[in-house]
């Protein structure tokens, strides 16, 4: 982020956490991920033909996981896909309502999202929701998701108000600045 573009401490705030955490709980993850990965299909698999019993729904769970801590972070950043095709057609006040609009559409969205998976959570045990070959339950996979959501609910208000203080949302760059 160049000098000019200043962001609010609590945004700033919320950037530094959101990337240390996607750093380290994502790193660790994606670390098991591989090293579990390699263990059962070159080790236990190839070289002793008994593969650990499980192991997928390890991983699948793993995937949740690594989900749960990128939404959030890739909206800080901007990787979420978003369509401008007749942005530059339009006037700047029309777009950035455009813009505001949309934002509150997908907050509306992600609120319910986020409350409908933490109620998901709260009946997952009493339901028999779990993993087909370890029994895991998916409850605290439920509630990562809806923290999740939240944490990209509130990108969305940050976002939000950015547009109506200054007209634009300014993102998190990723790999260029020390953390």
Not at 19 to 25: N, V
Not at 30 to 50: D, E, G, H, Q
Not at 158 to 171: A, K, Y
């Amino acid at each position: 982020m160049s000098q000019d573009e200043k962001v609010p401490a609590i945004i700033a705030g919320l950037d530094k956490i959101l990337t240390w955490i996607s750093l380290i709980c994502g790193g660790v993850t994606l670390t098991f991920m591989t090293v579990f990965s390699v263990w059962n299909v070159l080790i236990m698999r190839k070289a002793f033909n008994s593969p650990i019993v499980g192991a997928e729904d390890l991983l699948i769970l793993s995937l949740v996981v690594i989900v749960a801590l990128s939404v959030p972070l890739g909206a800080r950043t901007g990787a979420h896909i978003e369509i401008e095709v007749l942005e530059n057609s339009m006037s700047a006040a029309f777009a950035k309502w455009s813009m505001i609009v949309m934002k509150l559409g997908g907050l509306v969205l992600l609120v319910i999202m986020s409350w409908r998976l933490w109620h998901a959570g709260g009946t997952a045990v009493r339901f028999g929701e779990t993993t087909q070959q370890l029994l895991i339950s998916f409850q605290p996979f439920y509630y990562l998701l809806s923290i999740s959501m939240g944490i990209y609910a509130v990108v969305l208000v940050l976002d939000i108000w950015q547009l109506l203080r200054s007209d634009r949302v300014v993102t998190l760059k990723v790999g260029g600045d020390g953390l």
